[in-house]
């Protein structure tokens, strides 16, 4: 199968340039659900004293959280469906707090003509305008056969 064939990308082959986002607000459970499915308890998350005498001064959020936001923009938007990391290379420049609005951004960088592969430069930034995350990441988008569509079209 080649990237042209219709199948390989469910929402269109991606061009050079392209950007999708999404937003999301970390909510009051959110650290507890990621400790969960991670295992993750660094007292950064849940000791307020620790945390306050950090250099982050407050409560953080795991960086799991962070970048998961990622994962639903490349899923949803853009390249789509059926789209997997290969690898990513994502360096955490600010915390992310308890209640931050948080925005994933993609930009697709190059994409591949034999094979349903594409580079994005990410960034996730709260709020306040500041870039809590920013790198690159690998995609493939493989077929989804039989799929009609988002549950919400």
Known sequence: MTATTPAAW?????????????SRTVG???????TELSGDRNPLHYDEAAAASSRFGEIVVQGGITSAVLNAVVAERLPGPGTVFLSVAWNFTAPTRPGDTITGRVEVTSV???KPITHLACTVTRDDGVVALEGTAVCWTMAMPGWSGPADA
């Open 10 to 22: 469910p929402l269109g082959m991606p061009e050079v340039g392209a950007t999708a986002e999404l």
């Open 112 to 114: 591949r003509e034999d």
């Open 28 to 34: 009051p459970n959110d650290i507890a659900l990621f």
